[in-house]
């Protein structure tokens, strides 16, 4: 039976999980849930993730209902090595505490300005919205002061959930590359995967258009 990725080309949780399927080369099937449209919120969707949000993964009578779960979820089962997932417990803390960090901070506050405009209440982003956004700048530069990806010397799924959130938390605070200089260098070595753009570029469009359609937003290009 194939899995099956319900997800949505504009959410960065999805596009983490897509890249990751990108990085394993394996076949999902892809089924988009329009949460402009609410399909999200019907009654068959809902009894597979009652907390209707994307992505969420079918695998057979398995179903999981977070990115970064996905991802721990995949990387095991299909990976020749365990590189993007270590299996050594100190590298795998160091990854579980980044996707962590990405459920808790950096991708939260791109999900609350979503659900505002989501609301139509996104006209600006709010100067406290700005204070959040900039902190996790400086979070991430430190992180990446240290080691060249966001939990340690190589690339783990934690780097998929943090470029996906930073992209969205970038239309909202443009991110000021003499000010961020090792997150800059970071994003740049993120955006030249192979993959990256076939992932990101219609979902980032499509993110980019919503916000600004609603909002006061203005992204240069
Ligand atoms: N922690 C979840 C967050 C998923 C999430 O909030 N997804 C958003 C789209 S980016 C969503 O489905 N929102 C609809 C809703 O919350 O009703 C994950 O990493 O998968």
Redesign the pocket.
Known sequence: MPLTLYM?N?????RAVMMTIEALGISVEYVTVN?AKKE??KPEFLKKNP?????TLVDESTII????A?MAYLVPKYSRDDSLYPKDLKKRAMVDQKLHFD?GFL?NHV?LF??KCYAGRCKIVEDYEKDFITLGYNFLETFLNETPYVAGDTLTIADFSAITSVKGMDILVPIDETVYPKLANWMRKMEALSYYKKVNDVGMKDLIDFITSLSDVIVKT
């Open positions: 949505e504009l959410s960065p949780p999805s949460l999200h919120l907390l209707h949000t994307v992505p209902c977070d990115s970064h996905i459920t991708f999900r979503v659900k």
